[in-house]
């Protein structure tokens, strides 16, 4: 099992910049691919970002190319969500995600461990 807490969600004006923070624990967490979802009402979750173990790959969603980094501290089982130049349409709640060993980081089928959430609102 692997347990996963998310922090640094609120509220940020447009083109403001905020950084999540998930704090992993539980069996093999360094060994398995590590994603950020997010999810508005009536639509499902998405994939946004996520990061191999190795941190050797990234991946990031067409909207989030440019405006996110995606990145992970195995000495502190924690991964990050840097999110730059905030948009209306970045407003979600955003899921950490935590995916099988060997998974490939830019599938969602990866990912089946999850935290409750932090919401992000951006106002314009």
């Known amino acids: 099992q692997v347990q996963l807490v998310e922090s640094g969600g609120g509220l940020v004006q447009v083109g403001g910049s905020l950084r999540l923070t998930c704090a992993a624990s539980?069996?093999?967490?360094?060994?398995?691919?590590l994603g950020w979802f997010r999810q508005v009402p009536g639509k499902e979750r998405q994939l946004v970002a996520g990061?191999?173990?190795?941190?050797?790959?990234?991946y990031y969603e067409d909207a989030a190319k440019g405006r996110f980094t995606v990145s992970r501290d195995n000495a502190k089982n924690t991964v990050y969500l840097q999110m730059n130049n905030l948009k209306p349409e970045d407003t979600a709640l955003y899921y950490c995600a935590a995916g099988f060993s060997g998974g490939a980081a830019s599938s969602a089928s990866t990912y089946t461990f999850w935290g409750q959430g932090t919401q992000v609102t951006v106002s314009s």
């Open positions: 539980g069996r093999n967490v360094n060994t398995r691919p």
């Open positions: 990061v191999a173990w190795s941190s050797e790959f990234t």
